[in-house]
């Protein structure tokens, strides 16, 4: 490829405390416009912040389990810019002290592990939102999110490919999620990422000027704002024109993005230290007693579902994407002794029915002991696994267990050798020519007469069996 894309990415996670980082109102979702606000968090003048407690631990929290140094002493800052959603007239956010430097995550790109680097984890207070009304063309503003607690998490220009680039961000949500410190909800604007891009010519070593792409909230977005990005730049550099550094929108229905304003250089915010604020200061002691609050993490489990369960890893990645996900296949497994069989049954049948309902693992009909109870039956030979299909969808839709189904829609397997032998010769003498040419060498009408067996059947007759039995009569 003639040009290489030098991409990075500065996530915004939402929290979850119960109050804001600066005063003692609650984050709650969805509330009426204004309702969830005080004078510190509406900037009244003469007001003082004061930091809330959980919002540190939950950064240092995340600085370890993304390797980070955690910095002894950190300090707060004033972010100057003026916006109607911002009512100080500045955020208080951190620069050049921040809580967390210097971590890593790692990735999956072509099938080999990649890392990483983090530049920094910094705790910040979030804006307002502006609502802008069609009619009238007013323009009203909420404040119901200001003050929220925020971490920034900015990577090094690490990232090559889009496809990267969402792979990132998947496994950083992983991670919050995992140690519970966000629910990195994007739909609710909990999770927000802006893109740093940039291309350069294939085998350089300097960086190109970049555009950064703000607020893209989606897996599939964040891909799709980059690979225009990166065709728009090339474009440019290929007709001798020079990118411009600026900050770019990306419109999700027609694929594109557009220049929003000129990017701003650090100088631009005039930082300057946050004087009604004192230094942060967290000791080696409760790092160490945070440390010890940080489960499994999904790359730990991952190494473990392979070596204990003798997953592959494509299995084993798809089954710690979340805790709750990793804990189902667990229980299944310990339940029904398949891992394997487990496995395949979530990401095939499991997933199918969730992701057609928009579900999270959580809120599945099926809990795991229930699904052991399914394969165990399938193993004891009373139902086949194409019964099995049908009985999972009714234990999806009714929340009965498979025993309950099978009785009630009669779905037991038929084993019965007789009854077996007795449809086989029904099928044989109802197709004398595909049988004639079976015994002439036709060997591939053999599946057409265990579908017509299985069909005659309404599918409960032993697909071994069947096999079996049908070769027995067809070389007879």
């Given amino acids: 490829m003639k040009y290489e894309a030098v991409i990075g990415l500065e996530v915004h996670a939402q929290l979850q405390t119960n109050t804001k980082i600066f005063c003692g109102c609650e984050t709650r979702f969805g509330e009426d416009a204004n309702t969830r606000t005080c004078p510190v968090c509406i900037g009244m003048p003469g007001v003082l912040p004061v930091l809330n407690r959980k919002a540190v631990e939950y950064i240092v929290k ?17 972010k100057n810019y003026f916006y109607p959603d911002l009512p100080k007239g500045y955020q208080i956010s951190q620069y050049e002290l921040p809580v967390c430097e210097h971590g890593y995550v790692e990735i999956v790109a072509d099938g080999k592990v990649k890392r990483v680097g983090l530049t920094r984890i910094h705790l910040e207070e979030d804006a307002g939102k502006n609502l802008h009304q069609a009619e009238g063309g007013a323009s009203l503003v909420d404040l119901n999110r200001a003050g929220t607690p925020l971490m920034e998490i900015v990577s090094e220009p690490d990232i090559r490919t889009p496809e990267e680039a969402s792979e990132y961000l998947k496994k950083l949500r992983s991670i919050l999620r995992y140690i519970e410190v966000s629910d990195a909800d994007m ?28 607020n893209v909230n989606s897996f599939k977005f964040v891909q799709k704002a980059i690979e225009y990005e990166i065709k728009r730049q090339a474009q440019i550099l290929d007709e001798g024109g020079r990118v411009v550094q600026e900050t770019r929108l990306f419109d999700s229905s027609k694929g594109v993005t557009f220049s929003m304003r000129s990017k701003e250089e650090a100088h631009d915010y005039r930082y300057f230290p946050e004087p009604d604020l004192v230094p942060v200061v967290v000791s080696r002691e409760t790092v160490e007693q945070i440390a010890k609050t940080i489960p ?18 494509y299995d084993a990645d798809m089954l710690t994407q979340s805790r709750a996900l990793a804990a189902y296949f667990e229980e299944a497994t310990k339940r029904s002794n398949q ?32 699904l052991a109870g399914m394969i165990k039956m399938i193993g004891e030979g009373v139902i086949s696994t194409k019964i099995a299909k049908t009985v999972f969808e009714e ?19 038929v084993s019965d050798t007789g009854a077996i032998e007795s449809i086989i010769d029904e099928v044989i003498k109802a197709n004398p020519a595909q049988a004639s040419d079976y015994k002439a060498g036709k060997e591939k009408l053999f599946g057409f007469f265990v579908g017509q067996v299985m069909k005659a059947s309404k599918g409960k007759a032993n697909p071994d069996m069947v096999n079996q039995l049908l070769k027995k009569k067809l070389s007879e």
Avoid at 345 to 370: F, H, Q, S, T, V
Wanted: net charge neutral; with cysteine; hydrophobic share 30%.
């Fill in 296 to 313: 499994e993490l999904p790359d730990a489990k991952r190494t473990r579902f392979v070596q204990d369960y003798g997953l592959p890893e």
């Fill in 187 to 214: 739909e609710k604007g909990n999770f927000r990422c802006d893109a740093n891009v940039s291309i350069r010519p294939t085998g350089s070593t300097e960086f190109g000027t970049r555009a950064e792409i703000k």
């Fill in 62 to 78: 995340t600085g370890l389990a993304t390797h980070c140094t955690i910095n002894p002493s950190s300090r707060f800052a004033r």
């Fill in 395 to 413: 234990m999806y839709k009714s929340g009965k267990d498979a025993e309950t189904v099978v009785k009630e829609q009669g779905l037991v397997q």
């Fill in 339 to 370: 891992p394997k069989v487990v496995s395949n049954w979530m990401m095939g049948e499991l997933m199918r029915l969730m992701n057609a309902e928009g579900k999270e693992i959580e809120d599945c009909p099926i809990m795991p002991e229930r």
